[in-house]
């Protein structure tokens, strides 16, 4: 069976080349295409390089970047990934959706609109069609947003929380990686040694991505979740994997153990589904006294395929009426490139591509 | 007038440098002498530096760690500064009590204690009273305690908070500096570009210790306050100072505006009483949107033998029902040597030294 | 007497704000303008801060960034101070000396030229006399040079050496600090945890101007000192403060000792007519197995005003016929803006100004 | 064909732990037991883990640690592998060769000795032989080193610029990672943000190691290579790979091109021979401008089997008589653990095992 010829968008950006890195040799997609903006036009990929900790092969590094037509690569390429920075995904996105592409964005500009699914497979798959109520579905064009990094880390777990006991309240603190600024992204005159205690929009996303994802899909659009929902962000020292800090006050009593039961139980569809880049287990709760950590977790997922995919939950513990976890993820990967990826594949398996 | 004798307790560590330099050229306290385990024993302190970004003066430097006697150390010193790991201290400072010292320490060790002070000048100056109680009071011989230091930064602004608003739920989430574990503490292997989410105790200190003191002192004990409060600590790459995010649920409406107002007009007993290591503003709200920050903000207080015992609050801000800050503080001087400096300051004011 | 009125260029960038610092409160000198690109006019500076250790003053933060007009500067300032990147530096300090300003300058742009001072006080204070010989100089406008970061750290300590014993080979690794590029400068992903070989132009700049230096004046320029030097340059992850590590061979044998006596003893220019920014001691040679080190040694220099003038020294020793010593200095005091205040001194020592 | 049983010494350390990833999946070795000091008996490996950024397979992380009894050792294992700390190592990897155990040792103790291979293979692999001078040799008993991880990487590199030019001067110095001072190791505090230009007796090592492995073996020990050595060693706040600087005066001209064409073209004994944890590549030269780095070249080395253990070299380059070149190696593989696994397949490739 021929691959499909996927696009990707912003490939000179950190999340563009996760998206390559995950594409590089994927069972069911072919990386027809880099592309970028016009200062970046015919370099070539290895020449630009943001991620420090993959060795592509010869010939992607040999990948030239192309000019960002989108009719041009709708025609060659069936799907398009985008790794676009959010003012310029806005309107490329669209375009692309127009011409029949099906869209899968790591941007934020599509995310919170009616008809776009914001999706994590593991969360609300049912939400991906969505997609059919959007003007440009019947001639193969349609949006697919993948969530906010620090969200998705989060929303995992929260999930299985929400659909067992219910939840009235989450109070969440972050520790995120630089990484997720991408490049060249935070000075390192602001960073080191430091801890800077706000991310532009950052917290707004939260509280409101999480709402809509853990809602319902009505025939026309979501029906949120209400909960309250407080978040406050910050930026530490870390390359890559954010860290957060999760206090809840779940809808009804249960134990320590009852919880960690759940979350360790916790198999949704991308893994009923055995996606490609779906890891074995979506959570993976440890029992050690200080994990997860950014150096020990981020890669968490098996196989290899779907290193950084998993969600790491440790610490799970109460304090009177709370409940308190930490949770890591990877947020370039399980929170940027590799939930679109998952995304694609959930359409497919959906027969949607 | 004479300089009061004070001596100084774990002289080698990371507390007890900061006792020295706090204490190198203060206008009521002398040091009497330097005290550290036998290991440590006629060491000059240059030959033990921990503190990096201090110079001390070359006398200082010179001085011999003598033998912690505590028999020896109440005939020399009428105040006792006490930097002991938790283990050593309880039964050293009960003996230089029953010696007739009046011990200020660092430890947690009597912290909980319902006739020992567990004292912020700034937040509950009414509990110094409570070492009246203690058994060797009628000698002069008495203990008092500054709280933790994680506690410590956020204890002072939300005094200004509760005693306006009321509190009903208080959820922390701390960035703490690697000087809070002393010397040497945390691996770097652990912590270079990591953040480790446990620190022994830590969050079981908080919770307690905040509500000893914001309660209210009866004749023999406190009745503590009671609100909800979660606490969850972690370790980040910083050298000093520790970064807190607060959400709180107040006990009654209050505006951001209102709330940033009653921070700033905060003057408690310290600053009334001038006494010399206050900062003249107490609590200092940053209006930037990204503030506080370890690099920018740990040594804030004036004048200049107050510096780092400022408590800086920023990013006031309310997410539906909730109030959210950022609150920083020097961990081992604000949380640390410097709270019992001005705890001391504080009795010689009240006449109990 | 009134104190000399003198312009700040670039003052929103990192070494900018470092000569705001050393001037703000200057005992001969008097800010009377800050002036940056088009881009900051009309900013307060505290609202474009970069330094983030220094707290200023309010009024120094409520200043207003004027434009950067050379003739409108000169009517104003009889100094300048220029911390202007250095492709803007070129034409805009010639500009500035043609209409009679004294430019004292850390960009690269001039340092070369035969009839531009390549200044440090400490190293070669007669080549000062080399702005008679530029063409403005007789109206007044003349352009003195400070040397680059890494090259002024170690002129100090080579020239007690080079004068004492002489200098076949000089073989330098530096371990720089992220201030030295500036604002933004290096991305956090770039150097969080990792070392980055190579700083462009830096080593070319080291090897070239180490030799003019301590080079002869002659009526026109300067006859270079003649012996090997090899720089390898990398930038690591620090804040403040360059390290170098230099392996050399002397021009006649000397003992260790006899070294260290030598770069103790070393009493050059500055500390003879007493500059208001010298160092007591220039050189400070540290007995420590393991200095110096930035984060004990960047802020070395007594009294308070020559905070981070010093340059620290240390672990001299030998390995067969070569000499071996570890050097540290603050890359942007000085290393940049604290070089061209001294600079200016030495000029007003002189009644050039 | 059976596996031959090998026993890992230390094991709960760095070192150690850096020898079981490397055992787990051999093809020629099996892990026969896992020792430590007497403090760690009986404990799970999966409970003292020290490596964070490796996922040991579920059975590794079970195994117990058991008592380090030399006699009983040998019994099972015909190899021990030491990451042993030097002051326990002598005597028992003494006590294991004279109970018939080959030992392969990361430790200093027995390097200097003339009888004992300080080995790399692709730099002296004739210098194996020595081990038939030893007395527990005609009993099947036998030491065999690897160099400091410093002296490693530069060594592999050097061999082949060495037998092609001959060498006058190496100039060298080094940027070292904290994971070579085992664990706990350098406290955060000494490093984060700071360089320590200090590091015990490792600049002692470095000049005097590599002219033991670059001279000639004779029939009792080696004859020195003779050129001048001169090392500076230094800790900065990276995790895994030494960086290094060195600058060499050739034994005759050469050009850039030359060198880097040899450097390219070195094909040494294990390469020629195979060995499983051999790289393709000894050593990578890097074409960019700023290379290596830790971040992007510590685990250079292709197959899989062999990452880690290939050296990159970039930026050589000259500068008037010298040449300079960066070199990095990861420093508890290829410089560690890594380095007598192939010292070890080394001796199996040659029958000696």
Sequence with gaps: MAKIQVAVLGATGMIGQRF????????????????????????????????????????????????????????RCRV????LPTDVAKDTESALADAGCAVFSNAASHRMRPDVPLLIPEVNPEHLDLIK??????DGGFIVTNANCSTTG??????????????DLVCVSTYQAVSGA???GVPSLDILGNVVPFIKNEEEKMEEEIHKML????????KFAEFDMVASCARVPVIDGHTESAAMRLGKDASVEAIVKKLRAFKPAPQKLELPTAPVRPIIVRDEADRPQ?????YAGEPARARGMAVTVG?????????????LSHNTIRGGAGGSVINAELAKAKKLL
């Design 315 to 327: 610490r799970v513990r109460q304090s009177g009426k709370y409940t308190k976890m930490w949770v």
């Design 154 to 167: 989060l929303a995992v777990p929260l999930k299985a929380i929400y659909e067992a006991y219910g939840l």
């Design 133 to 138: 109520v959007q003007s440009t579905y019947k």
């Design 20 to 75: 390559v890195q995950l594409l590089e040799d994927h069972p069911w997609f072919e990386i027809g295409g880099l592309y970028a903006s016009e200062r970046s036009e015919g370099k070539r990929l290895g020449d630009v390089l943001k991620v420090k900790d993959v060795q592509f092969m010869q010939d992607t590094l040999d990948r030239k970047i192309e000019q960002l037509e989108p009719k041009a690569i709708a025609k």
């Design 182 to 184: 991408g490049y060249p």
């Design 80 to 83: 398009a990934f985008s790794g």
């Design 215 to 222: 809602g319902k899909k009505t025939s026309k659009g979501v």
């Design 294 to 298: 950014p150096l020990c977790d981020v």
